[in-house]
């Protein structure tokens, strides 16, 4: 198994967010850092403009951040 890395991760949210806009979902994935491990924060497209957000998701390794991801994702559809 390949190091998944915090720019694996930070070029995956794309797909993810788009996956998420498909199913009508108001929150967006955001990447971050919480005292030195990857994070996923919630947030909606207005926040992200104003570059705050909802709610954190997940922090941990970037693997796991992106495990949270995809378990958000299944739990909308």
């Given at each position: 198994?390949?190091?998944y890395t915090y720019k694996n991760l930070k070029s995956d949210l794309p797909a993810l967010n788009?996956?998420?806009e498909k199913l009508?979902?108001?929150f967006r994935f955001v990447?971050?850092?919480r005292n030195g491990y990857a994070a996923i924060d919630l947030a909606t497209p207005e926040q992200l403009?104003?570059?705050?957000c909802h709610s954190m998701l997940?922090?941990?390794t970037p693997r796991e951040c992106l495990a949270a991801c995809?378990?958000?994702i299944a739990?909308?559809?």
């Open positions: 198994m390949s190091r788009a996956k998420l009508g979902h108001e990447e971050g850092h403009e104003r570059h705050c997940y922090g941990g995809h378990q958000y739990r909308l559809v």
